[in-house]
């Protein structure tokens, strides 16, 4: 099943619906560019989204706006109360992952003075890899998809922002120019929410022979695990190890 970022959570409220990407797409876009503060307040944000979108299933009828909830964690346990109908994961699992991420946010020298320790690199990874796999339970049970669909489908939705790319008149530059003609090409990966084609990377990284290009550049990087290159369909895709590799070589 094919879930574009337009289908996506479709049965929610167009304004709960931005709410929530827009919340993940700051929190990863703050992260990529090591705000921890930032990237751990936005992740109490897309703590409120949710528990609204988990109240609304729960109620049969959604809100059109988020509404902060007086206690999150005594509202969270009240979700917990609802009819063991409706999926475990609406009422326990997701709730119970708010509750240790709201923590954070309150509790961690984040949202208040006082916390007992600063923000940090280790609490916004928390922070990102909680919200990624509470977006990608929604995706798995609004769309009835397996663990593995919804978190490729989490993937691909954040076109991160990064300096050292480029846009203007449907074109991405790279803008290091010592970087090499791999290093451009999983940049360009790494910061698109799709896969892109064969001819739009080699365009975009102004390489001067499609054949050298594809032969050094996309089938060795696809044997080294970094993308995956599927000719027929004309798709490169970043592999998690190039995403580690753009994030550890480059980009730090």
Known sequence: MVITKEDLLQAIPDTLRA????SYQE???NYIE???EPSELNGGKLCEVVYTILKGFIDGSYPENTSKPRNMLEACKLLEQSPSTLPRSVRIQIPR???SLYEIRNNRGVGHIGGDVNPNHMDATCVVATCKWILSELVRIFHHVTTEEAALVIDGIVEKTIPLVW????IKRVLDTSLSM???TLVLLYQSSEPLSENQLFEWVEHSNA?????????KSHKEKLL????ENDRVHISPKGTEFVEEEILR
């Open 97 to 99: 992952m708010l509750v």
């Open 182 to 184: 791999k290093k451009k």
């Open 27 to 29: 929190i990863m876009n």
């Open 211 to 219: 054949a050298i290009y594809r032969r050094d550049i996309l089938k």
């Open 19 to 22: 709410e929530l990407l827009t």
């Open 34 to 36: 090591y705000r921890w």
């Open 167 to 170: 846009e203007v008149g449907g």
């Open 228 to 231: 995956e290159y599927d000719r």
